[in-house]
Antibody, heavy 120, light 107 residues
Framework: EVRLVESGGGFLQPGGSVRLACAAT????????MHWVRQVPGKGLEWVSR????????TYADSVKGRFTVSRDNARNTLYLQMNGLRVEDTAVYYC?????????????WGQGTLVIVSS | AIQLTQSPSSLSASVGDRVTITCRAS??????LAWYQQKPGKAPDLLIY???ILQAGVSSRFGGSGFGTDFTLTISSLQPEDFATYYC?????????FGGGTKVEIK
C-alpha cells in the first residue's frame, strides 16, 4: 500500500525556517518524481515544487523560488522541503504527492498534509 | 502560467442527479488535464487523468472529456459520498496549475 506521511509543520515567525519531511512507503521511491503542493485552509491548491528521481534538479513555483529547496534521500525513502525566509502568505497545509507513473505531472497519491502557520 | 477557470464555483444537487463541471484553460493544453476530488480535512484524490482516463479504483460514474481548452467532469448519478470539492489541474507546462474548485453540495 502506497503511503506518504508528512511531518515538520508548526507555528513559525516571519523570516524563519523549517524543513518538512515526507516519508514514503509501499513503492519504489527512487523511481518516482515527487512534488509538494500547498493549500491555504479553505482555499484552493497551489503546486510548490518538484524533484526528479536523482536527488537533483528541483523545479519551483515563482512564489517560492529562491526561498524553498526541495530534496530527497532515496536511501531513506524521504522527500524534503527546506523553507527559508518564511512569509505570512506561506501559511498553508503542505502535501507531498507522487507523480503519476503513466502520465505527466499529475498526482496519484498524496500524504495527509502538514500545517505550516507563519505569524508574528 | 496557464490559468484554469472552473464553473460553477458551487452547485447544489440531489442524490441521483447528473452533475457536470467545466474547466476552461487559458491556452491549449491538449489532453493534459486531471480531475481531483477533495473532502473536508482530507487530501485530494485523483479521479481522472489525461482528460478522460479513469484512475484505477475510481467509480465509473465519473467521466471526463475535452481537448485543447475546454474540459468537462461528469458524475452520472450523484451519490452521497460524492459531495465534495472538485479541482481540475493542467500539466501541459510548468508551473502546473489548478482550477479554483467546484463545491458540490446537497440540495
Amino acid at each position: 500500500e502506497v503511503r506518504l506521511v508528512e511531518s515538520g509543520g508548526g507555528f513559525l515567525q516571519p523570516g524563519g525556517s523549517v524543513r518538512l519531511a515526507c516519508a514514503a512507503t509501499g513503492f519504489t521511491f527512487r523511481n518516482y518524481w515527487m512534488h509538494w503542493v500547498r493549500q491555504v485552509p479553505g482555499k484552493g491548491l497551489e503546486w510548490v515544487s518538484r524533484v526528479n528521481t536523482d536527488e537533483n534538479g528541483g523545479t519551483y513555483a515563482d512564489s517560492v523560488k529562491g526561498r524553498f529547496t526541495v530534496s530527497r534521500d532515496n536511501a531513506r525513502n524521504t522527500l524534503y522541503l527546506q523553507m527559508n525566509g518564511l512569509r505570512v502568505e506561506d501559511t498553508a497545509v503542505y502535501y507531498c504527492a507522487r507523480n503519476h507513473p503513466k502520465t505527466g505531472d499529475s498526482f496519484d497519491f498524496w500524504g495527509q498534509g502538514t500545517l505550516v502557520i507563519v505569524s508574528s | 502560467a496557464i490559468q484554469l477557470t472552473q464553473s460553477p464555483s458551487s452547485l447544489s444537487a440531489s442524490v441521483g442527479d447528473r452533475v457536470t463541471i467545466t474547466c476552461r484553460a487559458s491556452h491549449d493544453i491538449r489532453r493534459l488535464l486531471a480531475w481531483y476530488q477533495q473532502k473536508p480535512g482530507k487530501a485530494p484524490d485523483l479521479l481522472i487523468y489525461e482528460a478522460s482516463i479513469l484512475q484505477a479504483g475510481v467509480s465509473s460514474r465519473f467521466g471526463g472529456s475535452g481537448f485543447g481548452t475546454d474540459f468537462t467532469l461528469t458524475i452520472s448519478s450523484l451519490q452521497p459520498e460524492d459531495f465534495a470539492t472538485y479541482y481540475c489541474q493542467q500539466f501541459k507546462t510548468y508551473p502546473v496549475t489548478f482550477g479554483g474548485g467546484t463545491k458540490v453540495e446537497i440540495k
